[in-house]
T-cell receptor, first 116, second 112 residues
Framework: AQSVSQHNHHVILSEAASLELGCNYS??????LFWYVQYPGQHLQLLLK??????LVKGIKGFEAEFIKSKFSFNLRKPSVQWSDTAEYFC??????????????FGGGTRVLVKP | DTEVTQTPKHLVMGMTNKKSLKCEQH?????MYWYKQKAKKPPELMFV???????INESVPSRFSPECPNSSLLNLHLHALQPEDSALYLC???????????FGPGTRLLVL
Protein backbone atom coordinates (compact mmCIF):
# COMPACT_ATOMS: atom_id res chain seq x y z
CA ALA A 1 0.00 0.00 0.00
CA GLN A 2 1.16 3.48 -0.72
CA SER A 3 1.82 6.11 1.91
CA VAL A 4 2.87 9.75 1.94
CA SER A 5 4.51 11.74 4.70
CA GLN A 6 4.92 15.47 4.93
CA HIS A 7 7.49 16.48 7.49
CA ASN A 8 6.28 19.93 8.39
CA HIS A 9 2.83 20.33 9.85
CA HIS A 10 3.04 24.11 10.15
CA VAL A 11 5.27 26.64 8.46
CA ILE A 12 5.27 30.35 9.20
CA LEU A 13 7.27 32.73 7.07
CA SER A 14 7.35 36.31 5.87
CA GLU A 15 6.53 37.59 2.42
CA ALA A 16 9.37 37.26 -0.09
CA ALA A 17 10.90 34.36 1.86
CA SER A 18 11.59 31.11 0.06
CA LEU A 19 9.42 28.08 0.75
CA GLU A 20 10.28 24.41 0.64
CA LEU A 21 7.88 21.71 1.76
CA GLY A 22 9.07 18.16 2.14
CA CYS A 23 7.21 15.11 0.89
CA ASN A 24 8.29 11.47 0.97
CA TYR A 25 6.31 8.61 -0.40
CA SER A 26 6.25 4.87 -0.26
CA UNK A 27 4.88 2.92 -3.18
CA UNK A 28 6.10 -0.13 -5.03
CA UNK A 29 4.75 0.69 -8.49
CA UNK A 30 5.05 3.48 -11.00
CA UNK A 31 4.44 6.72 -9.17
CA UNK A 32 2.30 9.60 -10.14
CA LEU A 33 2.82 12.45 -7.71
CA PHE A 34 0.80 15.56 -7.03
CA TRP A 35 0.76 18.69 -4.96
CA TYR A 36 -2.65 20.12 -4.17
CA VAL A 37 -3.39 23.37 -2.37
CA GLN A 38 -6.42 24.23 -0.28
CA TYR A 39 -6.85 27.97 0.31
CA PRO A 40 -8.98 28.97 3.29
CA GLY A 41 -12.61 28.22 2.51
CA GLN A 42 -11.83 26.96 -0.97
CA HIS A 43 -11.67 23.57 -2.62
CA LEU A 44 -8.61 21.51 -3.38
CA GLN A 45 -6.75 22.78 -6.43
CA LEU A 46 -4.00 21.08 -8.37
CA LEU A 47 -0.68 22.92 -8.12
CA LEU A 48 1.44 20.55 -10.15
CA LYS A 49 1.98 16.90 -10.99
CA UNK A 50 4.71 14.50 -11.99
CA UNK A 51 4.12 11.46 -14.15
CA UNK A 52 7.39 10.93 -15.98
CA UNK A 53 10.17 12.78 -17.78
CA UNK A 54 11.89 15.86 -16.44
CA UNK A 55 12.02 15.44 -12.65
CA LEU A 56 11.73 19.18 -12.16
CA VAL A 57 8.13 20.16 -12.74
CA LYS A 58 6.68 23.61 -12.80
CA GLY A 59 3.17 24.38 -11.67
CA ILE A 60 0.87 27.30 -11.28
CA LYS A 61 1.56 30.44 -9.24
CA GLY A 62 5.33 30.09 -9.41
CA PHE A 63 5.54 26.73 -7.65
CA GLU A 64 7.85 23.94 -8.70
CA ALA A 65 8.66 20.49 -7.38
CA GLU A 66 11.53 18.09 -7.81
CA PHE A 67 11.12 14.34 -8.02
CA ILE A 68 14.13 12.49 -6.62
CA LYS A 69 13.55 8.80 -7.17
CA SER A 70 16.49 7.64 -5.05
CA LYS A 71 15.15 9.54 -2.07
CA PHE A 72 11.47 8.79 -2.69
CA SER A 73 10.89 12.51 -2.41
CA PHE A 74 8.83 15.13 -4.19
CA ASN A 75 9.53 18.44 -2.49
CA LEU A 76 7.63 21.61 -3.31
CA ARG A 77 9.38 24.95 -3.66
CA LYS A 78 8.65 28.58 -4.30
CA PRO A 79 11.46 31.15 -4.39
CA SER A 80 9.45 34.07 -3.03
CA VAL A 81 6.10 33.66 -1.30
CA GLN A 82 3.25 36.10 -1.11
CA TRP A 83 0.60 36.60 1.55
CA SER A 84 -1.88 34.96 -0.82
CA ASP A 85 0.09 31.69 -0.58
CA THR A 86 -1.34 31.16 2.89
CA ALA A 87 -3.03 27.80 2.56
CA GLU A 88 -2.76 24.12 3.33
CA TYR A 89 -0.60 22.10 0.98
CA PHE A 90 -1.07 18.38 0.37
CA CYS A 91 1.30 16.00 -1.32
CA UNK A 92 -0.37 12.95 -2.87
CA UNK A 93 0.59 9.76 -4.63
CA UNK A 94 -1.61 7.91 -7.06
CA UNK A 95 -1.89 4.16 -7.36
CA UNK A 96 -3.48 2.83 -10.47
CA UNK A 97 -5.53 -0.24 -9.67
CA UNK A 98 -6.15 -2.36 -12.73
CA UNK A 99 -9.60 -1.86 -14.20
CA UNK A 100 -10.78 -0.29 -10.96
CA UNK A 101 -9.47 3.20 -11.16
CA UNK A 102 -7.10 5.49 -9.34
CA UNK A 103 -6.49 5.58 -5.64
CA UNK A 104 -5.07 8.88 -4.44
CA UNK A 105 -3.38 8.86 -1.04
CA PHE A 106 -2.64 12.18 0.61
CA GLY A 107 0.02 13.21 3.06
CA GLY A 108 -1.00 14.83 6.32
CA GLY A 109 -0.79 18.33 4.91
CA THR A 110 1.30 21.38 5.75
CA ARG A 111 -0.35 24.57 6.88
CA VAL A 112 1.57 27.56 5.56
CA LEU A 113 1.06 31.01 7.01
CA VAL A 114 2.68 33.90 5.19
CA LYS A 115 2.93 37.06 7.25
CA PRO A 116 2.64 40.33 5.34
CA ASP B 1 -13.89 23.77 -17.85
CA THR B 2 -12.56 21.76 -14.90
CA GLU B 3 -15.51 22.27 -12.61
CA VAL B 4 -17.02 19.76 -10.25
CA THR B 5 -20.09 21.00 -8.42
CA GLN B 6 -21.50 19.70 -5.16
CA THR B 7 -24.76 20.32 -3.39
CA PRO B 8 -25.64 21.20 -0.75
CA LYS B 9 -22.73 23.27 0.56
CA HIS B 10 -23.76 22.65 4.15
CA LEU B 11 -25.96 19.98 5.70
CA VAL B 12 -27.09 19.41 9.26
CA MET B 13 -28.83 16.15 10.03
CA GLY B 14 -29.93 14.09 12.95
CA MET B 15 -28.85 10.51 13.51
CA THR B 16 -32.19 9.16 12.32
CA ASN B 17 -32.38 11.25 9.16
CA LYS B 18 -31.85 10.17 5.57
CA LYS B 19 -30.16 12.67 3.29
CA SER B 20 -28.22 12.68 0.04
CA LEU B 21 -25.19 14.52 -1.24
CA LYS B 22 -24.96 15.29 -4.93
CA CYS B 23 -21.97 15.74 -7.22
CA GLU B 24 -21.97 16.71 -10.88
CA GLN B 25 -19.35 17.14 -13.59
CA HIS B 26 -19.66 17.86 -17.29
CA UNK B 27 -16.09 17.21 -18.34
CA UNK B 28 -16.84 13.79 -19.79
CA UNK B 29 -14.88 12.13 -16.99
CA UNK B 30 -15.66 8.44 -16.52
CA UNK B 31 -14.17 8.04 -13.04
CA MET B 32 -15.72 9.70 -10.00
CA TYR B 33 -14.72 9.61 -6.36
CA TRP B 34 -15.98 10.32 -2.86
CA TYR B 35 -13.55 11.45 -0.17
CA LYS B 36 -14.05 12.30 3.48
CA GLN B 37 -11.99 15.05 5.09
CA LYS B 38 -12.06 15.56 8.85
CA ALA B 39 -10.92 18.87 10.28
CA LYS B 40 -7.17 19.41 9.96
CA LYS B 41 -6.74 16.05 8.27
CA PRO B 42 -6.10 15.04 4.65
CA PRO B 43 -8.86 13.69 2.43
CA GLU B 44 -9.43 9.96 2.67
CA LEU B 45 -10.80 7.94 -0.21
CA MET B 46 -14.20 6.32 0.33
CA PHE B 47 -15.46 5.13 -3.06
CA VAL B 48 -14.43 5.04 -6.71
CA UNK B 49 -16.82 4.71 -9.62
CA UNK B 50 -15.50 3.72 -13.04
CA UNK B 51 -17.90 3.90 -15.95
CA UNK B 52 -20.82 4.18 -13.54
CA UNK B 53 -19.85 1.01 -11.69
CA UNK B 54 -18.52 0.88 -8.15
CA UNK B 55 -14.93 -0.25 -8.46
CA ILE B 56 -13.36 0.60 -5.10
CA ASN B 57 -14.99 0.66 -1.65
CA GLU B 58 -12.52 1.48 1.09
CA SER B 59 -14.40 -0.54 3.73
CA VAL B 60 -16.86 2.28 4.28
CA PRO B 61 -19.75 1.56 6.70
CA SER B 62 -23.04 0.71 5.03
CA ARG B 63 -24.69 3.83 6.41
CA PHE B 64 -22.97 5.50 3.44
CA SER B 65 -24.44 4.34 0.16
CA PRO B 66 -23.02 5.67 -3.12
CA GLU B 67 -24.90 5.77 -6.38
CA CYS B 68 -23.91 6.76 -9.90
CA PRO B 69 -27.11 7.23 -11.93
CA ASN B 70 -25.23 8.39 -15.04
CA SER B 71 -21.79 9.43 -16.19
CA SER B 72 -22.18 13.01 -14.93
CA LEU B 73 -23.77 12.43 -11.56
CA LEU B 74 -22.61 10.88 -8.32
CA ASN B 75 -24.72 10.68 -5.18
CA LEU B 76 -23.91 9.72 -1.63
CA HIS B 77 -26.92 8.56 0.37
CA LEU B 78 -26.67 8.96 4.12
CA HIS B 79 -28.69 7.08 6.70
CA ALA B 80 -28.36 6.62 10.45
CA LEU B 81 -25.10 8.55 10.64
CA GLN B 82 -23.13 9.09 13.80
CA PRO B 83 -21.74 12.38 15.11
CA GLU B 84 -18.22 11.20 14.22
CA ASP B 85 -19.30 11.18 10.57
CA SER B 86 -19.32 14.98 10.65
CA ALA B 87 -16.78 16.07 8.06
CA LEU B 88 -16.26 17.70 4.68
CA TYR B 89 -17.29 15.31 1.91
CA LEU B 90 -15.43 15.87 -1.31
CA CYS B 91 -16.26 14.65 -4.76
CA UNK B 92 -13.68 14.36 -7.51
CA UNK B 93 -13.56 13.19 -11.09
CA UNK B 94 -10.91 12.18 -13.59
CA UNK B 95 -10.67 11.13 -17.18
CA UNK B 96 -10.42 7.38 -17.51
CA UNK B 97 -6.76 6.49 -17.88
CA UNK B 98 -5.69 9.93 -16.68
CA UNK B 99 -4.60 10.18 -13.09
CA UNK B 100 -5.32 13.84 -12.38
CA UNK B 101 -8.38 14.26 -10.19
CA UNK B 102 -10.41 17.46 -10.06
CA PHE B 103 -12.16 18.23 -6.83
CA GLY B 104 -15.43 19.90 -6.00
CA PRO B 105 -15.84 22.40 -3.15
CA GLY B 106 -17.31 19.80 -0.83
CA THR B 107 -20.35 19.44 1.39
CA ARG B 108 -19.78 20.26 5.03
CA LEU B 109 -21.84 17.79 7.02
CA LEU B 110 -22.76 18.08 10.68
CA VAL B 111 -24.46 15.14 12.37
CA LEU B 112 -26.23 15.95 15.62
Amino acid sequence: AQSVSQHNHHVILSEAASLELGCNYSYGGTVNLFWYVQYPGQHLQLLLKYFSGDPLVKGIKGFEAEFIKSKFSFNLRKPSVQWSDTAEYFCAVNARIKAAGNKLTFGGGTRVLVKP
Amino acid sequence: DTEVTQTPKHLVMGMTNKKSLKCEQHMGHRAMYWYKQKAKKPPELMFVYSYEKLSINESVPSRFSPECPNSSLLNLHLHALQPEDSALYLCASSQWGEETQYFGPGTRLLVL
